[in-house]
């Protein structure tokens, strides 16, 4: 098994076609089965089926591919380290972000970053943290902005950045607004637009209730989107949370309004995530002092 075989079977997996992946990878068709073959004879197990509907890893596809994921990710961040020793001041960097750090923070981050650094490739992705932190342990991301999980592995390094406090919120024509004290007892009677668990916030959410001995939420549609959740909100008697500084809680004609309850909620903790190893990447470094000095700036607005 070499890096090539493996890149090969990463690509035909990820386009789930033989056809698109030898283009991606400027060989031909044959030629790409003959390596996915070779490899599979090598480990004496199927890696892939072939179908009408495709191609598709099988169990021990699958695992070999989350391996030659990061393997392939750890080998590009060595050519990178190799090239920032020789004074090269580019490379790649995979960002990972939630919705409330994607608004502000983390574009203006970035900006500041290419400013100094303008050879650097910079990709960004928008995911809930539960994703973000499997695409990190993956090696599929190299940073992840996130709400800090209950367990983190020994593997990553977590860098608290600002705590955002967070609020129940409903269309601004709901009954519950009109409402100059709301309890959360007077919350139970309403369905709920929210993630899954165990994404942080629906696990607090969760916490918060059963604290006060009640039920916990329950959801009548949950999303990993914040635009659908927002859109599902407007013009219903659903409820869900934001954070306080969101924008679709500011000003007069905000489409939201956040409840006013008799009882505190919780803060978003969001942080910064990366891998350890020994020696990190200058790029990987530097956009962390970067989002460090920002946040740092902005803690006051948070609070």
Same mark, same amino acid.
């Given at each position: ?9 990463? &690509? ?6 033989? #056809?698109?992946?030898? $283009? ?21 197990? @199927?890696? &892939?089926?072939? =179908?009408? *509907? ?6 021990? #596809? ?5 391996? =030659?994921?990061?393997? &392939? ?8 380290? &190799? ?7 580019? #490379?790649?960097?995979?960002? =990972?972000?939630?919705? !409330? ?5 983390? /574009? !203006?981050?970035?900006?500041? +970053? ?24 993956? =090696? ?11 367990? %983190?592995? $020994? ?36 369905? *709920?637009? %929210? /993630? ?18 009640? /039920?916990?939420?329950?959801? %009548? ?13 407007? #013009?219903?008697? *659903? ?26 909620? *919780?803060? @978003? ?12 990447? /200058?790029?990987?470094?530097? +956009? ?9 700036? @902005? ?5």
């Amino acid at each position: 098994m070499d890096l090539r075989q493996l890149r090969n079977l990463v &690509l035909v997996a990820r386009y789930s076609s033989f #056809g698109v992946a030898a $283009e991606k990878l400027n060989v031909t068709q044959p030629a790409l089965s003959k390596s996915i073959r070779a490899l599979e004879q090598s480990l004496g197990v @199927r890696l &892939l089926d072939r =179908g009408q *509907w495709g191609v598709r890893p099988t169990d021990y #596809g699958q695992r070999l591919i989350e391996y =030659g994921e990061l393997v &392939l990710s750890l080998t590009d961040e060595a050519r990178n380290e &190799l090239d920032a020793m020789r004074g090269a001041r580019r #490379g790649r960097l995979r960002i =990972g972000a939630i919705t !409330t750090a994607m608004r502000e923070i983390v /574009p !203006t981050a970035i900006k500041r +970053f290419l400013s100094s650094q303008p050879d650097v490739d910079v990709s960004l992705n928008e995911e809930l943290s539960s994703a973000l932190y499997t695409a990190l342990l993956n =090696g599929a991301i190299d940073i992840a902005i996130m709400a800090r999980p209950r367990e %983190i592995s $020994e593997e990553i390094e977590f860098l608290n950045l600002l705590e955002i406090p967070v609020d129940i919120v409903a269309d601004r024509d709901h009954e519950l607004v009109k409402m100059q004290k709301v309890s959360l007892s007077d919350l139970n009677d309403y369905r *709920w637009i %929210i /993630p899954a668990r165990p994404e942080p916030d629906r696990l607090a959410l969760d916490a918060m209730f059963a604290a006060a001995q009640l /039920p916990r939420p329950l959801a %009548i549609c949950e999303t990993t989107s914040s635009t659908f959740q927002m859109s599902m909100i407007a #013009g219903s008697k *659903w409820l869900s949370y934001l954070t306080r500084t969101s924008v679709y809680v500011q000003g007069s004609d905000a489409q939201f309004v956040a409840l006013k309850l008799d009882s505190r909620t *919780w803060t @978003r903790n969001i942080g910064i995530a990366y891998r350890r190893r020994s020696v990190l990447r /200058p790029v990987v470094t530097s +956009f962390v002092k970067e989002m460090e000095a920002l946040c740092l700036s @902005r803690s006051p607005q948070y609070s």
